[in-house]
T-cell receptor
Framework: GAGVSQTPSNKVTEKGKYVELRCDPI?????LYWYRQSLGQGPEFLIY????????DSGLPNDRFFAVRPEGSVSTLKIQRTERGDSAVYLC?????????????FGPGTRLTVL | GESVGLHLPTLSVQEGDNSIINCAYS??????FIWYKQESGKGPQFIID?????DKRQGQRVTVLLNKTVKHLSLQIAATQPGDSAVYFC????????????FGKGTLLTVNP
């Protein structure tokens, strides 16, 4: 079946611009997660959605980052006033159920480059 | 604090050999551990998981061992194949919320034909 999909696969932007990254989770998965992966590092947690609400956004680095999931399916990660330090691969994952019983399946990621 | 780390950043093996990738964790409250495989340009792919009430779990050609006494996790890959070449991450799930994964830095496995 279809896995987690993310668009765009690559995004190049200029410092100070606004970007949106999209995630389509596996159909029926109630939990959705965003992670950020810097070169040579493991993914770092950003935010977790259970349904439409952000259950935990403690990993968002600052208030330039925001994410929504208005209908409990597709999610958009929004970054305002991008900085060069935001350059990374942004990964989305989903799980059928939240918590330790729900295996997180990852998408291919969006590679964001801020010039 | 919480941390998940790997003993070996790189591992090179011959095709057909068995591979062992190690991982240390520091939080004794961690109760769920997962191994992911990540190929270049792709997202992490689930391999196998294990809960803290177990010390061994087997999958197809893979085995995960958990030693809670020394807070150590290992992934064993039998008859390693070139397609197994990738970066392997261990991740831990900490505490009651049970959803936030904390990843280590990863081990690069290279399989030589």
């Amino acid at each position: 079946g279809a896995g987690v999909s993310q668009t765009p696969s690559n995004k190049v932007t200029e410092k100070g611009k606004y970007v949106e990254l999209r995630c389509d989770p596996i159909s029926g998965h109630t939990a959705l997660y965003w992670y950020r992966q810097s070169l040579g590092q493991g993914p770092e947690f950003l935010i977790y959605f259970q349904g439409t609400g952000a259950a935990d956004d403690s990993g968002l680095p600052n208030d330039r980052f925001f994410a929504v999931r208005p209908e409990g399916s597709v999610s958009t990660l929004k970054i305002q006033r991008t900085e060069r330090g935001d350059s990374a691969v942004y990964l989305c994952a989903s799980s059928l159920i939240p918590g330790g019983e729900g295996t997180q399946y990852f998408g291919p990621g969006t590679r964001l480059t801020v010039l | 604090g919480e941390s998940v780390g790997l003993h070996l950043p790189t591992l090179s093996v011959q095709e057909g050999d068995n591979s062992i990738i190690n991982c240390a964790y520091s939080n004794s409250a961690s109760d769920y551990f997962i191994w992911y495989k990540q190929e270049s340009g792709k997202g992490p792919q689930f391999i196998i998981d294990i809960r803290s009430n177990m010390d061994k779990r087997q999958g197809q050609r893979v085995t995960v061992l958990l030693n809670k006494t020394v807070k150590h996790l290992s992934l064993q890959i039998a008859a390693t194949q070139p397609g197994d070449s990738a970066v392997y991450f261990c991740a831990e799930n900490i505490g009651g919320s049970n959803y936030k994964l904390t990843f280590g830095k990863g081990t690069l496995l290279t399989v030589n034909p």
